[in-house]
């Protein structure tokens, strides 16, 4: 009788994680991809975190935004990457309710972060184009902790609120959640509630998110263009330029992948496990490569870390 009510209590609160709709000889591929993607993100964002956190000429607000970068980056794809590399070799594919909820509650809060981060670096990069005379004043050390703090706290909120939200839905009988990590959507598409008050909501703190990132992010670069074409030399243009490159790359990767994800109608959700794919894995993989291969005092500072290492060994 026991037995019988631990089942029926497990079948209450598990849930079952569908991922990529396959034939089964793929999923080893599939499998080796996810593998070899996680190991490059493993190894690019510690790496970037090492290189930062030994070298002195990196002690800099642009290096330390992008040191917690690395970290958002390394959290938030090992909160997906495991579960769906193991789940290839799992017949039941299932996951917990208290682990469906861990998994949306630290995905939601580190992506979140990072989107704010992003923004935090933007307005870095302005004022080192804009007013390089008062840098060191404006971005002081207590200004650039507040500012990742305040990134931190912001997907906090954001991370509770749609949670919580989420998971006081009322589940049907199916609990196949149609997606390789528990996300918000295909959660909503389980729900017998009705969801007109709850996609307000969503809506409305997507905004709230999203709007203001764009915003500084976007009138940043509207400035910084506008004073780097006023710089006279053809150098120093250049050399402005490569400083925002790499951060360019970074959000349009991000954004891109986000957006295209919440206009892909829900009739379609492979394409939305597609664009969760490159947002999830494939951009904490790039952000690293990106940072190091278009960023000279990185490749410098990995260059010296190497040399350091091989003089040890």
């Given at each position: 009788?026991g037995?019988?009510?631990t089942?029926?209590?497990s079948?209450?609160?598990?849930f079952?994680?569908?991922g ?8 080893l ?5 996810f ?10 964002n ?5 290189v930062i956190?030994?070298?002195p000429?990196?002690n800099?607000?642009?290096?330390f935004f992008?040191g ?8 938030y ?21 208290a682990?469906c909820v861990?998994?949306?509650?630290l995905?939601a809060?580190?992506i979140?972060?990072e ?16 007013n390089?005379?008062l840098?060191s004043?404006?971005?002081s ?6 500012l ?8 906090c ?7 919580s939200?989420?998971?006081?839905l009322s ?21 017998c509630s009705d969801?007109f008050v ?6 409305t703190?997507?905004i ?6 764009i915003i ?10 506008s004073?780097?074409?006023?710089i ?5 243009r ?8 790499s951060?360019l790359?970074?959000v349009?990767v991000l ?8 206009l892909?109608?829900?009739?379609f959700?492979?394409?939305s ?7 999830s894995?494939?951009?904490?993989m790039?952000?690293?490569l990106?940072?190091?291969l278009r960023?000279?005092?990185v490749k ?8 350091k290492k091989?003089?040890?060994?």
């Amino acid at each position: 009788m026991g037995d019988r009510e631990t089942s029926n209590h497990s079948e209450m609160t598990d849930f079952i994680l569908i991922g990529f709709r396959v034939r089964h000889e793929l999923h080893l591929l599939l499998f080796l991809i996810f593998l070899l993607v996680y190991v490059m993100i493993l190894l690019g964002n510690v790496g970037m975190m090492a290189v930062i956190m030994t070298d002195p000429r990196l002690n800099t607000p642009m290096y330390f935004f992008l040191g917690n970068l690395s970290f958002v980056d390394l959290f938030y794809s090992s909160v997906i990457a495991p579960k769906a590399m193991s789940n290839f070799w799992s017949e039941s594919k299932s996951i917990s309710f208290a682990g469906c909820v861990a998994q949306l509650f630290l995905f939601a809060l580190f992506i979140v972060t990072e989107g704010f981060l992003l923004a935090a670096m933007a307005y870095d990069r302005f004022i080192a184009i804009c007013n390089p005379l008062l840098y060191s004043v404006q971005m002081s050390a207590r200004l650039c902790t507040q500012l990742v703090a305040g990134s931190y706290f912001c997907g906090c909120v954001s991370s509770v609120l749609q949670t919580s939200m989420t998971f006081t839905l009322s589940f049907c009988a199916s609990r196949a959640i149609d997606h390789f990590y528990c996300d918000v959507r295909p959660l909503q598409r389980l729900s017998c509630s009705d969801l007109f008050v709850h996609r307000i909501v969503s809506f409305t703190l997507s905004i709230i998110i999203i709007l203001p990132t764009i915003i500084i992010i976007v009138v940043s670069y509207m400035y910084i263009v506008s004073t780097v074409l006023n710089i006279r030399s053809t150098e120093g243009r250049k050399k402005a330029f490569s400083t925002c490159s790499s951060h360019l790359g970074v959000v349009s990767v991000l954004y891109g992948a986000v957006f295209f994800m919440y206009l892909t109608p829900d009739r379609f959700p492979e394409l939305s496990k597609v664009a969760s794919l490159c947002y999830s894995l494939v951009t904490p993989m790039l952000n690293p490569l990106i940072y190091s291969l278009r960023n000279k005092d990185v490749k410098e500072a990995l260059k010296k870390l190497l040399e350091k290492k091989n003089a040890i060994l």
